[in-house]
């Protein structure tokens, strides 16, 4: 079975717009029975110049998808803001890091609470799932969970009931490492997101990738079979090759501010030495005087 790239930012946006698969991938992803689920897609475009000889100008799309959920836990109901990410560049985190403290200081993004018995607006907990399309320094895992604990330092006891306050300033996060999914099926968890897996792709685009759809449990042939609708949509073909197009032009950018960037390191390191130089002659005629 043929189904769209989902690493492709309109594929994945075209996928999770359904929001009984929305629910089931992020629930399957962070181990929580997800009872609402509110999609709250954001589209930022800006110009990228193509050339400075022919002036064409490509306009870059990034779709940050955010959602308001609800999530049913051992001690109720609890609200939650899931904001899901896609990185293609190991240079994205500080695109994620600008959009991560957009979300705390957003005034949407709170609820009134009680502190020491008193209503204090707090904010609503973030969960942050990242889709990494380039590998880690240091492991090789295909997901990892960032799951914070509350301990005494002094007892070295675990604290168990959450605080709304410690709930506003940190968050959970979920990472999948795109390269780590190759040829990977261990758990349950892992086959749905062999969906992303590059290795099974039919063209040298990577736009198409081919798969098993017997080898997905039965609950998620829905989203396989959206994937794979998704292929015969002309307009989603047609941007995903005006994304390819788009990144080699920002590859070739960053490149080329790498190079520049190099030299002037370089040039501004012989000045220094020179600099160095001119010291020591001085220091010595300081010396004769």
Do not use: C, W
């Not at 309109?10 to 629910?23: G, P, Q, R, S």
């Not at 020179?274 to 220091?283: G, M, V």
Request: hydrophobic share 35%; no cysteine; charged share 30%.
């Amino acid at each position: 079975m043929h189904i769209a790239n989902p690493i492709y930012d309109v594929v994945f946006k075209y996928l999770m717009e359904d929001a009984k698969i929305a629910k089931l991938l992020i629930s399957s992803i962070i181990g929580e029975d997800i009872q609402t689920l509110d999609f709250r897609p954001q589209e930022y475009s800006s110009n990228i110049d193509k050339s400075e000889v022919d002036g064409k100008i490509d306009t870059l799309t990034v779709y940050r998808l955010d959602f308001a959920a609800t999530i049913k836990t051992v001690d109720g109901l609890k609200q939650v803001l899931i904001e899901i990410q896609k990185a293609k560049f190991a240079t994205d985190i500080m695109r994620f890091r600008g959009y991560l403290g957009g979300q705390y200081s957003n005034s949407n993004n709170t609820k009134i609470d009680k502190i020491n018995k008193h209503p204090r607006r707090v904010g609503i907990p973030i969960i942050g799932i990242y889709f990494l399309g380039h590998k880690l320094d240091h492991t090789n895992a295909s997901i990892i969970a960032v799951n914070r604990t509350y301990k005494d330092v002094v007892t070295g006891k675990e604290l168990t009931k959450k605080e709304s306050f410690i709930e506003s300033l940190t968050h959970d996060s979920y990472i999948i490492q795109i390269p780590g999914l190759k040829q990977k099926r261990r758990n349950e968890l892992e086959k749905l997101l062999s969906i992303f897996d590059q290795s099974t792709s039919v063209d040298a685009e990577h736009h198409i990738l081919n798969i098993r759809e017997e080898d997905f449990p039965k609950k998620y042939h829905l989203l396989i079979r959206r994937l794979q609708a998704a292929v015969l949509k002309p307009e989603l073909r047609k941007k995903m090759e005006m994304e390819d197009s788009i990144l080699l032009n920002i590859e070739d950018i960053q490149r080329d501010l790498i190079e520049k960037l190099a030299k002037a390191e370089q040039k501004a390191n012989k000045a220094e030495m020179e600099n160095e130089e001119l010291r020591k002659r001085l220091a010595e005629f300081e010396k004769i005087r």
